[in-house]
């Protein structure tokens, strides 16, 4: 994403105008755009004209539009986002009111203005957006015969970017060579798209992840594909092939492959893997029933409020999903506790995404978590003011011990 022009006052008031330039971008102006905000972009609008005689014509135009967000749809594996909503300024193809669906787009401005000011986290948002250094940490291709789902990891998300399916004849007695050659132009065409995918000139680890040793004679054909070409490029990254197993070759498992220690070890400086790092540091204190980790929103509310999530050791971890939500008081609630930690109490705050694994393991534990810097007891019976026990269904569970079913 690139910066445009940004134009915010002390209050929290103005515009930012943003250039999205790959679809990553769109997840990113998927997190940014919000409900009641004023967004202006490019627009295609049908258009009826009427003829003196009472003849009516109907035609598309190009023009630009300004609408007041409704609704906003985003497809994470097309990379496309679409927003609705009603228009706020009149042009001579529409008028206040009426409602329109804006397609943002790949290489067109779309400019933003929030409609209760730019708060800490939205201009968060923007500053990871236009960060340069923010291209995918790494590409797995999980696999398994007659099939491979080209996978990029980013900082934000697991996006499919090619599937790949070959039919491969089965091994049968006397006819062996036909199951060879299906796999071999299977492997041809998996390396082809996946070449098409990603830059040589950019190391990054590709993972190779399968049952069996579909993977490893994967990785044996990328190599010596690469030595009878004499694809210099390809043999330079022959080390950044890394094989692990994986229970199919089938994209839900690339959860357990992103969790192996291999592949751990080589992802050790990005940030899924040390948001992935703090997820087990909460679930090991979690297990030991040492009052240093607690979940939920209103035990972590607590524990904030008295000091336990700040410096020497306090992470706040919570999920970007809390930050879409509809209500604005929902999201100033959250908002307002990231500053509580972050300018306030000096403590670490970490926003796990929703479309990694790490986020998907904090949402089940209702989107927030903190790590304290000193132990507290029964953050969850703080409100039984008259100090009966009360017993908690099984199916509610408890917000630190050893029964989580999430451990």
Not at 17 to 46: G, Q, V
Not at 197 to 221: M, N, R
Not at 276 to 292: P, V
Request: charged letters at 30%; glycine letters at 8%.
């Amino acid at each position: 994403m690139r910066l445009i022009k940004q134009n915010i006052d002390r209050d929290g008031s103005g515009t930012v105008t943003l250039f999205p330039e790959e679809p990553e971008d769109m997840w990113h102006a998927y997190n940014l755009i919000r409900p009641t905000d004023l967004l202006r972009a490019s627009a295609l609008r049908r258009v009826t004209t009427e003829s003196a005689t009472g003849s009516t014509a109907s035609h598309r135009v190009h023009t630009t539009l300004l609408i007041r967000v409704r609704s906003i749809d985003f497809d994470p594996q097309a990379g496309q986002l679409h927003v609705s909503g009603q228009i706020a300024e009149e042009n001579k193809f529409a008028k206040v009111g009426q409602f329109h669906t804006l397609d943002l787009e790949l290489q067109r401005n779309f400019t933003l203005e929030k409609a209760e000011g730019w708060d800490s986290i939205a201009l968060d948002v923007v500053r990871e957006a236009v960060n340069p250094q923010k291209a995918a940490d790494a590409v797995a291709v999980v696999m398994q015969e007659g099939l491979a789902n080209i996978c990029f990891i980013t900082q934000h998300q697991t996006v499919l970017r090619q599937r790949v399916e070959t039919s491969i004849p089965r091994k049968r007695q006397g006819r062996a060579g036909d199951h060879d050659k299906g796999l071999e132009k299977f492997f041809q065409t998996t390396l082809d798209t996946l070449l098409r995918q990603i830059d040589l000139s950019e190391s990054k680890p590709v993972l190779l992840a399968s049952p069996g040793f579909t993977a490893a004679s994967f990785q044996k054909y990328i190599i010596d594909t690469a030595t009878s070409t004499g694809n210099k490029s390809l043999l330079a990254n022959k080390s950044n092939f890394i094989v692990v197993h994986s229970s199919s070759g089938h994209l839900h498992s690339l959860n357990e492959v992103l969790k192996s220690p291999e592949v751990l070890v080589r992802l050790k400086d990005t940030k899924y893997a040390r948001e992935t790092r703090l997820m087990d540091d909460f679930m090991t204190s979690l297990r030991k029933d040492d009052g240093r980790a607690w979940y939920g929103p209103k035990e972590v509310e607590k524990a904030v409020e008295k000091g336990a999530v700040g410096r020497g050791g306090g992470v706040l971890l919570i999920s970007n999903s809390l930050f879409r939500a509809q209500d604005v008081g929902t999201r100033r609630r959250w908002v307002g506790l990231v500053d509580k930690v972050k300018d306030v109490e000096g403590g670490e705050v970490r926003v796990l995404s929703s479309e990694h694994e790490s986020g998907k393991r904090l949402e089940g534990l209702g989107g927030v978590a903190a790590i304290l810097t000193f132990p507290l007891d029964d953050l969850d019976n703080d409100d039984d003011d008259d100090g009966d026990e009360t017993t908690v269904p099984a199916s509610m569970g408890t917000n630190r011990g050893t029964d989580n079913p999430e451990l």
